[in-house]
């Protein structure tokens, strides 16, 4: 299926639009730039989370660019292309419905169609309700009927179909089993009951097993839309359709009672530090684990949080007890209740006198009761449960085997990508500690270990690996192949898991190995993994020296690797840690980049398009300061929270109903986008101004109480961000324009708001002069803002009022005003700055006049520079920062982070 010739990995680099909105056809390259397109096709054709089986040539369409950053091959997870208000959004559905999480409800009220056929391959936990807007929007654009008929046929049919692909295809099925895939039909018998009827042609295929896996998947897909589906027209089946008449449930696993021997085992986790207490915000058990022996456990743990060791649980209560310090006087009978104990450990904790207490509770527990160690990493680097000089080094001695938590940043992470990293590391945790508890091969594997010198790591893996693809991590590097490690103290212990919120049974594996760190190996691997293991690439390691200087500038030395480029010539260095500014100058000065090994983009920049002088997009800042005369210039837009929104039209029909409403006054227009709003009109009421109203008897408020029943379901709670809606609520002063920004994005795109309208949550605003588009357009601005994007694993960058905003150093060619306390503050001209001026006017004319904005202006941030009139406005700020016209971005960053200081 693939041409021949091609490499292993293809890069995401455009898309074949199909609307204005919803899916794009993804668009495959050899490399960026290249002549050709190439479009994937999947194992299972319609199957948004399949994976991907081949690439074929794309002609004669129209491709749009799209640099995506995402290269894939044969066997990799299929990535879509999404449309949205304008913006282009690129992954694994997981990903993309993560990142258009602020929309929600503009894709129910316009698109939930699409909304849907991204929630299914994502399990989205509201499926069900995504599926309801979906039939109810069909049924109001087209009538009962119609709507009902269409629901089928575009939602029920298609789904279907995509469970008896999965099926067929994992059993191998035959041409004429495939063909006879379709020889089926969905008709409704009830309120959300529909049957498959199945033709003569399709029964006799299939024999009474591979109904079973049919029934077992239409029920799946089934629960997941909260519908209940009943397969009819099996072929001498008499069976009893009674269960299968009942409401779906999502699940597939086989369930069974506690084994008599016990009930659930208890957990013991210590949190004594903040990074671990974060963590375990997020602790949960899976919903159910079934072992090889046949042993089930469903959601029967309950989660204590305690101050320390006191009220202990009954022995196997179920409980997963997590304590902040292990003060007791007897240790040994404290443990006595628990199964198994962690010792979720931050840095802080690793590093000071509380590893004395765990070490002196490990010492004493009992030798059956397996003691683990889970690392807590800071986000921005690495563990410190390696390092020699740390008192915990007594403390790993005495542990049976190490989490490996890092493995959920690891590029070869394998389980849902959707979820933070903290959140990751927690299901690990939980996961790990029940297997722990309550497989007996695994806690005897476990038990074995203690007293071994040589420390041992337990790996979580969850789904199939892909081929090429190891369980490495920057922690343990024994699974990267061609690693010399002993395998007869290697081991593997295959389980099946549901974890919490997902419909969907996977295999899972703990693999207990030693535990051997070797960054060089891995990094070279992450390397690799990053740039698609292009086929040009030389076949002969990578890894050369780490010059001095900048080894003496990291944190965690040890964990950083120099690479070679395609000439054999060094050019970056991989690191554990997010760089300072320090290292990254460091590095410049030997003409190196560096990257931490999460930062794929840096990586890709570096070595695809030979570009080692950008700023990384993971890089490490010191504490900026919040600077007092900034707070309260820029305010997030309305949270979608705090008010109702309601097409315009409807809200006419409504006041017009009525004599007099205190409601007319707080009506506003709702803008979504920096661009024009266009047809489809919003109004935006604040929901604390109609519980007023309906406790003041207002016949208005009352009557969007009866139409909008999700205002009792709100409830009259106080705001989620009050402040930020009572400042939306205000007008500019006299002479001050409003200015909406995008949330994220860079370069910058910008809009005037009028009087009468208030920004959605993904903008922020801000009042001034013309000052406002010369501060937000310029460069410096761009590189302040951009290094300071958190890091993400969804697709949903984001500007942060405390640091992008609150803690910029204005040029002093701008001054912030307050007219008064009820008024927000204005960005305005400093005196003597007429130039300035000059380029403001001409700025807010060219880029943001009728709703257009810079990023329609603009292909790539490079070509925005290049413009004349920005190219002069940088000038004229870089010379007040004392900086060249020719200062590279590392240069204005560290000015930037210099003046943070200083004004204190």
Same mark, same amino acid.
């Given at each position: /299926?693939?041409?021949?010739?091609?490499?292993?990995?293809?890069?995401?680099?455009?898309?074949?639009?199909?609307?204005?909105?919803?899916?794009?056809?993804?668009?495959?390259?050899? !490399?960026?730039?290249?002549?050709?397109?190439?479009?994937?096709?999947?194992?299972?054709?319609?199957?948004?989370?399949?994976?991907?089986?081949?690439?074929? +040539?794309?002609?004669?369409?129209?491709?749009?660019?799209?640099?995506?950053?995402?290269?894939?091959?044969?066997?990799?997870?299929?990535?879509?292309?999404?449309?949205?208000?304008?913006?282009?959004?690129?992954?694994?559905?997981?990903?993309?419905?993560?990142?258009?999480?602020?929309?929600?409800?503009?894709?129910?009220?316009?698109?939930?169609?699409?909304?849907?056929?991204?929630?299914?391959? %994502?399990?989205? *936990?509201?499926?069900?309700?995504?599926?309801?807007?979906?039939?109810?929007?069909?049924?109001?654009?087209?009538?009962?009927? @119609?709507?009902?008929?269409?629901?089928?046929?575009?939602?029920?049919?298609?789904?279907? +179909?995509?469970?008896?692909?999965?099926?067929?295809?994992?059993?191998?099925?035959?041409?004429?089993?495939?063909?006879?895939?379709?020889?089926?039909?969905? @008709?409704?018998?009830?309120?959300?009951?529909?049957?498959?009827?199945?033709?003569?042609?399709?029964?006799?295929?299939? #024999?009474?097993?591979?109904?079973?896996?049919?029934?077992?998947?239409?029920?799946?897909?089934?629960?997941?839309?909260?519908?209940?589906?009943?397969?009819?027209?099996? !072929?001498?089946?008499?069976?009893?359709?009674?269960?299968?008449?009942?409401?779906?449930?999502?699940?597939?696993?086989?369930?069974?009672?506690?084994?008599?021997?016990?009930?659930?085992?208890?957990?013991?986790?210590?949190?004594?530090?903040?990074?671990?207490?974060? =963590?375990?915000?997020?602790?949960?058990?899976?919903?159910?684990?079934?072992?090889?022996?046949?042993?089930?456990?469903? $959601?029967?743990?309950?989660?204590?949080?305690?101050?320390?060791?006191?009220?202990?649980?009954?022995?196997?209560?179920?409980?997963?007890?997590?304590?902040?310090?292990?003060?007791?006087?007897?240790?040994?009978?404290?443990?006595?209740?628990?199964?198994?104990?962690?010792?979720?450990?931050?840095?802080?904790?690793?590093?000071?006198?509380?590893?004395?207490?765990?070490?002196?509770?490990?010492?004493?527990?009992?030798?059956?009761?397996?003691?683990?160690?889970?690392?807590?990493?800071?986000?921005?680097?690495?563990?410190?449960? /390696?390092?020699?000089?740390?008192?915990? !080094?007594?403390?790993?001695?005495?542990?049976?085997?190490?989490?490996?938590?890092?493995?959920?940043?690891?590029?070869?992470?394998?389980?849902?990508?959707?979820?933070?990293? #903290?959140?990751?590391?927690?299901?690990?945790?939980?996961?790990?500690?029940?297997?722990?508890?309550?497989?007996?091969?695994?806690?005897?594997?476990?038990?074995? @270990?203690?007293?071994?010198?040589?420390?041992?790591?337990?790996?979580?893996?969850?789904?199939?690996?892909?081929?090429?693809?190891?369980?490495?991590?920057?922690?343990?590097?024994?699974?990267?192949?061609?690693?010399?490690?002993?395998?007869?103290?290697?081991?593997?212990?295959?389980?099946?898991?549901?974890?919490?919120?997902?419909?969907?049974?996977?295999?899972?594996?703990?693999?207990?190995?030693?535990?051997?760190?070797?960054?060089?190996?891995?990094?070279?691997?992450?390397?690799?993994?990053?740039?698609?293991?292009?086929?040009?690439? *030389?076949?002969?390691?990578?890894?050369?020296?780490?010059?001095?200087?900048?080894?003496?500038?990291?944190? %965690?030395?040890?964990?950083?690797?120099?690479?070679?480029?395609?000439?054999?010539?060094?050019?970056?260095?991989?690191?554990?840690?997010?760089?300072?500014?320090?290292?990254?100058?460091?590095?410049?000065?030997?003409?190196?980049?560096?990257?931490?090994?999460?930062?794929?983009?840096?990586?890709? %920049?570096?070595?695809?398009?030979?570009?080692?002088?950008?700023?990384?997009?993971?890089?490490?800042?010191?504490?900026?300061?919040?600077?007092?005369?900034?707070?309260?210039?820029?305010?997030?837009?309305?949270?979608?929270?705090?008010?109702?929104?309601?097409?315009?039209?409807?809200?006419?029909?409504?006041?017009?109903?009525?004599?007099?409403?205190?409601?007319?006054?707080?009506?506003?227009?709702?803008?979504?986008?920096?661009?024009?709003?266009?047809?489809?009109?919003? =109004?935006?009421? *604040?929901?604390?101004?109609?519980?007023? $109203?309906?406790?003041?008897?207002?016949?208005?408020?009352?009557?969007?109480?009866?139409?909008?029943?999700?205002?009792?379901?709100?409830?009259?709670?106080?705001?989620?961000?009050?402040?930020?809606?009572?400042?939306?609520?205000?007008?500019?002063?006299?002479?001050?324009? &409003?200015?909406?920004?995008?949330?994220?994005?860079?370069?910058?795109?910008?809009?005037?708001?009028?009087?009468?309208?208030?920004?959605?949550?993904?903008?922020?605003?801000?009042?001034? #002069?013309?000052?406002?588009?010369?501060?937000?357009?310029?460069?410096?601005?761009?590189?302040?803002?951009?290094?300071?994007?958190?890091?993400?694993?969804?697709?949903?960058?984001?500007?942060?009022?405390?640091?992008?905003?609150?803690?910029?150093?204005?040029?002093?060619?701008?001054?912030?005003?307050?007219?008064?306390?009820?008024?927000?503050?204005?960005?305005?001209?400093? &005196?003597?700055?007429?130039?300035? !001026?000059?380029?403001?006017?001409?700025?807010?004319?060219?880029? /943001?006049?009728?709703?257009?904005?810079?990023?329609?202006?603009?292909?790539?941030?490079?070509?925005?520079?290049?413009?004349?009139?920005?190219?002069?406005?940088?000038?004229?700020?870089?010379?007040?920062?004392?900086?060249?016209?020719?200062?590279? #971005?590392?240069?204005?960053?560290?000015?930037?982070?210099?003046?943070?200081?200083?004004?204190?």
């Amino acid at each position: /299926m693939t041409p021949a010739g091609l490499p292993d990995k293809l890069h995401l680099c455009g898309y074949v639009r199909l609307a204005d909105r919803g899916f794009a056809l993804p668009a495959y390259q050899v !490399k960026p730039g290249a002549n050709a397109w190439y479009t994937a096709v999947a194992v299972v054709n319609g199957d948004h989370a399949s994976e991907i089986e081949g690439f074929e +040539l794309l002609e004669d369409v129209p491709v749009e660019l799209f640099d995506t950053g995402i290269i894939v091959g044969r066997h990799d997870l299929w990535r879509d292309v999404f449309l949205w208000e304008g913006q282009k959004y690129a992954g694994r559905p997981s990903e993309i419905l993560e990142a258009l999480g602020e929309f929600r409800d503009e894709l129910l009220t316009h698109a939930p169609l699409s909304y849907l056929d991204l929630a299914l391959p %994502a399990e989205a *936990p509201d499926t069900a309700d995504i599926t309801e807007a979906a039939r109810d929007f069909l049924e109001q654009k087209l009538g009962a009927t @119609r709507g009902a008929a269409n629901f089928i046929g575009l939602v029920l049919r298609p789904g279907i +179909l995509i469970e008896l692909r999965r099926e067929a295809n994992s059993r191998f099925a035959s041409v004429d089993e495939l063909d006879s895939l379709r020889n089926f039909r969905v @008709r409704q018998s009830g309120p959300a009951r529909y049957d498959i009827e199945i033709a003569p042609k399709m029964s006799e295929t299939f #024999d009474r097993a591979a109904f079973e896996e049919l029934e077992a998947a239409v029920t799946r897909f089934a629960g997941r839309l909260g519908i209940t589906l009943k397969v009819i027209g099996l !072929k001498n089946d008499a069976r009893d359709h009674s269960e299968a008449e009942r409401p779906a449930t999502p699940t597939s696993i086989r369930k069974s009672r506690r084994s008599p021997r016990r009930g659930s085992p208890n957990i013991l986790i210590i949190a004594a530090d903040r990074r671990s207490q974060a =963590i375990c915000r997020h602790l949960e058990p899976p919903s159910s684990i079934a072992s090889g022996s046949g042993s089930v456990w469903e $959601g029967e743990y309950r989660i204590d949080h305690r101050d320390g060791l006191k009220d202990l649980p009954e022995p196997h209560d179920g409980v997963i007890l997590i304590v902040d310090n292990v003060g007791t006087r007897d240790a040994k009978r404290a443990l006595s209740a628990f199964d198994v104990v962690v010792w979720l450990a931050g840095n802080d904790a690793l590093s000071d006198a509380r590893s004395n207490d765990i070490y002196e509770l490990a010492r004493h527990r009992d030798p059956q009761t397996p003691f683990l160690i889970a690392p807590a990493p800071p986000a921005d680097g690495p563990t410190v449960l /390696m390092e020699t000089r740390t008192r915990a !080094k007594h403390v790993l001695e005495q542990a049976n085997a190490v989490i490996d938590t890092t493995l959920a940043r690891s590029p070869f992470w394998t389980g849902q990508l959707r979820r933070s990293i #903290d959140r990751r590391m927690a299901d690990m945790i939980a996961t790990v500690s029940i297997l722990a508890a309550a497989i007996d091969s695994v806690r005897h594997d476990l038990n074995t @270990r203690r007293g071994s010198k040589q420390p041992s790591s337990a790996t979580l893996s969850i789904g199939e690996r892909r081929f090429g693809h190891e369980a490495a991590s920057e922690l343990n590097a024994t699974s990267l192949r061609g690693m010399q490690s002993d395998r007869r103290m290697s081991s593997r212990h295959g389980f099946e898991i549901r974890e919490q919120g997902s419909t969907i049974v996977r295999n899972a594996a703990l693999e207990i190995n030693p535990l051997w760190t070797d960054f060089e190996r891995f990094g070279e691997a992450a390397f690799l993994n990053a740039i698609g293991r292009e086929a040009d690439w *030389p076949n002969r390691t990578l890894i050369t020296g780490v010059p001095g200087n900048l080894l003496h500038s990291l944190d %965690a030395p040890n964990l950083s690797v120099a690479l070679n480029d395609i000439d054999g010539k060094p050019s970056l260095v991989l690191t554990a840690e997010s760089p300072r500014l320090a290292t990254i100058r460091e590095a410049w000065d030997s003409g190196l980049a560096v990257a931490r090994y999460t930062d794929t983009a840096t990586i890709r %920049a570096t070595a695809l398009q030979r570009n080692p002088f950008g700023l990384p997009e993971e890089m490490r800042f010191p504490k900026l300061a919040r600077l007092a005369q900034n707070q309260g210039l820029v305010t997030r837009g309305v949270d979608a929270r705090d008010v109702l929104r309601l097409a315009e039209t409807e809200w006419l029909d409504i006041r017009n109903a009525s004599v007099s409403s205190s409601l007319s006054a707080q009506a506003r227009k709702y803008r979504p986008t920096v661009g024009e709003a266009g047809s489809n009109l919003e =109004i935006a009421l *604040p929901t604390a101004a109609i519980w007023d $109203g309906i406790r003041n008897g207002d016949s208005v408020a009352r009557e969007l109480l009866r139409r909008f029943p999700k205002l009792q379901e709100r409830g009259e709670k106080a705001g989620k961000r009050m402040s930020d809606l009572i400042a939306a609520w205000t007008r500019p002063s006299d002479g001050m324009q &409003r200015w909406i920004i995008e949330d994220g994005r860079i370069p910058v795109e910008a809009g005037m708001l009028r009087a009468e309208e208030v920004p959605a949550q993904r903008l922020f605003f801000i009042d001034g #002069d013309q000052a406002v588009p010369c501060i937000i357009f310029s460069r410096p601005f761009a590189v302040w803002a951009k290094a300071l994007l958190p890091a993400s694993t969804s697709w949903a960058s984001r500007f942060q009022v405390s640091r992008t905003f609150d803690a910029f150093p204005f040029p002093l060619c701008f001054r912030i005003e307050r007219s008064s306390d009820e008024e927000p503050p204005q960005l305005r001209f400093a &005196r003597g700055h007429e130039r300035l !001026k000059v380029l403001g006017e001409r700025l807010s004319r060219r880029f /943001m006049g009728n709703g257009r904005n810079v990023g329609a202006e603009f292909s790539d941030e490079m070509n925005y520079r290049r413009d004349e009139m920005l190219e002069e406005l940088d000038s004229i700020l870089l010379r007040e920062m004392n900086l060249p016209n020719d200062a590279s #971005d590392l240069d204005i960053l560290e000015a930037l982070v210099e003046q943070n200081r200083d004004r204190l």
